[in-house]
């Protein structure tokens, strides 16, 4: 049984093809530039050469394409986008025309002999079997999972941050256990446009599960062997973009806070963590600051271990708690992939004990 595992982030795209046949750490994976990463580049690109660019595709993650847009915008170059692309860079159209880009019918093109074309999706399967067919992998895979970081679809007017911590909030309250957050495709709230869109990219025919990106590293950092002999403990994954922590007893959710990782250094991070554990942080502090936002179930723990995952050690260095870096089969990277296949056995209870087996390493 194989299951390809791609994890979005804003930095990287980490990819495992994980197959129950074969020992864990045996199994195929990559770390790639994340897709809007590329996306940048290629703007930044156009831009030194004083090209106009035009957007097509669907909605994925902005960030760094959208900040390589508006440098872009900004020189006077020209850019077109199809409203489903535009939606990458705001919920509200409105805003991305006050960007500089004229919003098109999805059938049109500008005809201008040097225009850049860029077609905008978070999951490219075709660049990953290529990627995958140079090495003489057999790239064929029975469950796709993926993790991106939705923010969902805000009405206008509605703070993004806000829209995307009361969905999370909404799934705490319906249960509290990370698995909550694993989406089959037809599950998908339609808010989760990026979600809806990931599904749009992938293959019809074959099974397609979503999480959320810090639900899948924490799912991950519980596959590490130190992390799992504690029973209270908080998992922090340090993104590029956002930092979310959440605090479990055993499987449950306690509470959790999600922050954005520029905005925090080691001393902002070990108060958010030590406020979250002892049931005083509050929501407010976190989204008067920039952040999310927080909720807490339950508090007042005096003893609690912390396991870290993501590539922002920098910021995890200087703190002064004793912070363990989670390395599930020796790979803190892919974290977010183990948690996805972590998920795929929770969710699919014909390959559970198959999935587990070879998670376990029982042979």
């Not at 994976?29 to 156009?46: D, G, L, Y």
């Not at 941050?161 to 319906?174: A, E, K, S, V």
Request: net charge negative; charged share 20%; aromatic share 6%.
């Amino acid at each position: 049984m194989r299951i390809l595992a791609v994890d979005i982030g804003t930095g990287t795209q980490d990819i495992l093809l994980f197959d129950t046949a074969k020992v864990v750490e045996n199994c195929v994976k990559m770390v790639m530039p994340s897709p809007t990463a590329i996306v940048a580049e290629r703007i930044s690109r156009a831009t030194a050469q004083g090209r106009p660019i035009m957007f097509a595709g669907v909605t994925m993650g902005g960030g760094p394409s959208k900040r390589a847009l508006s440098r872009h915008t900004a020189k006077g170059l020209e850019a077109y986008a199809t409203a489903e692309a535009a939606l990458t860079f705001h919920d509200d159209l409105y805003v991305v025309r006050e960007m500089g880009v004229k919003i098109i019918a999805a059938d049109e093109t500008p005809r201008m002999p040097d225009l850049e074309t860029i077609l905008l999706k978070d999951l490219d399967l075709e660049a990953i079997r290529r990627a995958l067919g140079v090495f003489g992998i057999d790239h064929g895979f029975d469950v796709l999972a993926v993790a991106v970081l939705d923010h969902g679809f805000a009405p206008p007017g509605v703070s993004n941050r806000l829209f995307r911590f009361d969905h999370l909030r909404r799934l705490i309250n319906q249960r509290n256990e990370l698995v909550t957050f694993a989406y089959w495709k037809e599950e998908l709230p339609v808010y989760l446009t990026r979600a809806k869109a990931v599904a749009q990219s992938a293959d019809p025919d074959v099974p397609l599960l979503l999480l959320d990106t810090g639900v899948a590293a924490a799912l991950g950092a519980l596959r590490d062997n130190e992390v799992l002999r504690h029973q209270d403990l908080v998992t922090v994954n340090m993104g590029n973009s956002h930092t979310i922590a959440f605090h479990l007893h055993g499987m449950s959710i306690e509470g959790f806070f999600e922050h954005h990782t520029n905005l925090i250094d080691a001393a902002d991070l070990d108060l958010l963590i030590t406020k979250l554990v002892q049931g005083t942080l509050s929501h407010e502090d976190v989204y008067e600051a920039g952040g999310h936002g927080a909720i807490v179930l339950r508090g007042d723990r005096r003893r609690f271990f912390v396991a870290a995952t993501g590539p922002r050690w920098d910021v995890i260095a200087g703190s002064l708690l004793k912070t363990y870096r989670a390395c599930p089969y020796g790979d803190t990277m892919l974290a977010g992939c183990y948690g996805l296949v972590s998920a795929c056995a929770m969710r699919m209870e014909a390959w559970h004990e198959e999935i587990e087996r070879t998670l376990s390493g029982v042979s």
